[in-house]
Structures are given as structure tokens and as C-alpha cells.
């Protein structure tokens, strides 16, 4: 079992969408939870950052962790088709602080 | 947020040459730096961790005789990849920090190498 698991996708939505995007993990020493936007042929780019369980809300975008379930999550407001690209969640623990990525799930935001 | 730039964007070379990949923090002083290989569709795959003036650590698989890293200064870490073959082509990707108990790090462009 992957540390870190994420559905690949695609997810296909239409524009103005509530997006909702998902990782498990199981290591219970992981505190520090990043999602990444990744565009094609790009490097990723730190959208969200959450220490612990709780909320964080930033703009469209709220990021949510569940330590109870080891469950975190993405959402995005009214989704726009710029918004299309691959989202990458990441966890790490208090002691070396290197994330540990999932694989990214594709979204596509259509018109 | 702080930029990383990574170079070059895309590179092509020949079997068996050798070839530099360039990661510079241009806005802060990044005491780790680290090296990821992205096959498509995959995730990230940590390579290495370099820390300033210090040897790598690779990660268990990763030959370091073939992917050299130097980590010289604060702003710049520099990926070799010696005697390449065709399984080297990937995206190659760094990423840096500015201290190593900062959880947040800073991606470069990426990488693209072909190896024809």
C-alpha cells in the first residue's frame, strides 16, 4: 500500500462546479498536508497548506484534513476552465519535513 | 511565493553524453534542495535530498554515480545525469526550501530530458 493514495482521474466537470478532490494516507505520523496544482510540462505550484486536522480556506479553494480517517481533501468553488490541470496532495511529517506526494488526480474543467 | 527556476526547460542529447540540469532559488537562501523524476501520468518520485555544503542523500534505488548532485551554494543545486540512456528521458523536477524545518518547498519548471 502507497503511503499516499489518489485517484488518477480524469475528473470532468462543468464549468462553475463545486470540486471535490481526495487522498487517503496511512501513516499516522504525517501532520503537515500541501495540495499542488500542476500544469502540463510544468513544475507543481503549493496551492494549500494545513498543520493538523481542521480547515483552511484561501479564495475558491478550501482544503480540509481529517487525521481521525487520515483523509484530506480539495474543494473548489465555481471552477473555472483555468483551473484544468493535475492536483497533487502531499503529507509530511514533523521530523524530516519531505512531503510524500501522491499521484496527482487530472482535473478537466469544460466551458 | 518564492520562485525557483530550473534549467534548461528541455534538453536532448545523444546515448552516452552526459547532461547538467540547473536549480536556483532567486529569492531566498534554499539550505535543502531536492530532486524529483515524474514519469507521465505518476507521481513524483524523490531522487535525492541535498543539503548546502553537505553530500546528497539518494533514496534507495537511485544510482548515485549516474544522477550526481551538488548543492555548492544556497541558490544553486545541479542534477548530472552521466552516460545517459533512453530510460533516463523523464521530467525532472527540483524543488527547494529555505529551512529544514519549513514544510513548504518551491518547484522549478521542470526538466524534460530525451535520450535518443
Known amino acids: 500500500q502507497k503511503e499516499v493514495e489518489q485517484d488518477p482521474g480524469p475528473l470532468s466537470v462543468p464549468e462553475g462546479a463545486i470540486v471535490s478532490l481526495n487522498c487517503t494516507y496511512s501513516?499516522?505520523?504525517?501532520?503537515?498536508f500541501m495540495w499542488y496544482r500542476q500544469y502540463s510540462r510544468k513544475g507543481p505550484e503549493l496551492l494549500m497548506y494545513?498543520?493538523?486536522?481542521g480547515n483552511k480556506e484561501d479564495g475558491r479553494f478550501t482544503a480540509q484534513v481529517d487525521k481521525s480517517s487520515k483523509y484530506i481533501s480539495l474543494f473548489i468553488r465555481d471552477s473555472q476552465p483555468s483551473d484544468s490541470a493535475t492536483y497533487l496532495c502531499a503529507c509530511s511529517s514533523g521530523g524530516s519535513y519531505i512531503p510524500t506526494f501522491g499521484r496527482g488526480t487530472s482535473l478537466i474543467v469544460h466551458p | 511565493g518564492a520562485v525557483v527556476s530550473q534549467h534548461p526547460s528541455r534538453v536532448i542529447c545523444k546515448s552516452g553524453t552526459s547532461v547538467k540540469i540547473e536549480c536556483r532559488s532567486l529569492?531566498?537562501?534554499?539550505?535543502?534542495m531536492f530532486w524529483y523524476r515524474q514519469f507521465p501520468k505518476q507521481s513524483l518520485m524523490l531522487m535525492a535530498t541535498?543539503?548546502?555544503?553537505?553530500?546528497?542523500?539518494?533514496e534507495q534505488g537511485v544510482e548515485k554515480d549516474k544522477f550526481l548532485i551538488n548543492h555548492a551554494s544556497l541558490t544553486l543545486s545541479t542534477l548530472t545525469v552521466t552516460s545517459a540512456h533512453p530510460e533516463d528521458s523523464s521530467f525532472y523536477i527540483c524543488?527547494?526550501?529555505?529551512?529544514?524545518?519549513?514544510?513548504?518547498?518551491?518547484f522549478g519548471q521542470g526538466t524534460r530530458l530525451t535520450v535518443v
Open positions: 529569492d531566498f537562501q534554499a539550505t535543502t
Open positions: 501513516n499516522s505520523a504525517f501532520q503537515y
Open positions: 494545513t498543520y493538523s486536522s
Open positions: 541535498s543539503n548546502e555544503g553537505s553530500k546528497a542523500t539518494y
Open positions: 524543488s527547494a526550501r529555505w529551512s529544514r524545518g519549513s514544510t513548504e518547498a518551491f
